[in-house]
């Protein structure tokens, strides 16, 4: 019985693995087709932004290969911990690295991209900056916030006044 439960949650740990997984894609390919279409999207982070971007992607990328290779070993030795951990590992790392990879912040001329939303500088309203490194708007009558932890906010600013 026990068994059937591990293999029912690793099955459902897998599927989170791979949904997030899908999603991080999704949101790199989105911005690199959109920097195709406006060359003046740039990166909008302040120096502890790019640091943690970047340590935060290294993590990522030896986390998942890591647990890869602990999935791969506990089935060839059959020793179901090492699978679990691995299975553990890359969906959890999947699930952060997809929570803060939707909230990267690219500005250009015309345009501000938050996540996978490309949004026209000109159509914002009721643009509000909150104390608690949040930024909230109005945008097709809807409403959305971003958290600006690691934005450049004084770039953000400049690029949202004109």
């Known amino acids: 019985m026990l068994d059937v439960v591990s293999l029912i949650l690793s ?37 502890g932004g790019y640091i943690f971007y970047t340590i935060l992607t290294l993590v990522y990328l ?38 803060f990879a939707s909230t990267i912040v690219l500005v250009g001329r015309k345009n501000l991209m938050v996540g996978r939303m490309l949004i026209d500088y000109r159509k914002l309203k009721k643009v509000n900056y909150t104390y608690n490194n949040k930024v909230t708007f109005v945008y097709a009558q809807k409403d959305y916030s971003f958290p600006t932890r690691f934005v450049n906010k004084t770039k ?7």
């Not at 897998?14 to 990166?43: A, M, P």
């Not at 953000?156 to 004109?162: P, T, V, Y």
């Open 11 to 47: 099955f459902i740990l897998g599927l989170v693995f791979l949904w997030f997984t899908y999603s991080i894609v999704n949101i790199l390919v989105t911005f690199f087709r959109c920097r195709k279409q406006d060359h003046s999207l740039e990166l909008c982070l302040n120096t």
């Open 62 to 99: 030896i986390a998942t290969v890591g647990g890869i290779i602990l999935i791969i070993y506990g089935l060839i030795t059959s020793n179901m911990s090492f699978f679990h951990n691995g299975i553990n590992i890359i969906a959890f790392i999947s699930v952060v690295y997809a929570y």
């Open 156 to 162: 953000l600013r400049k690029m949202i006044s004109r």
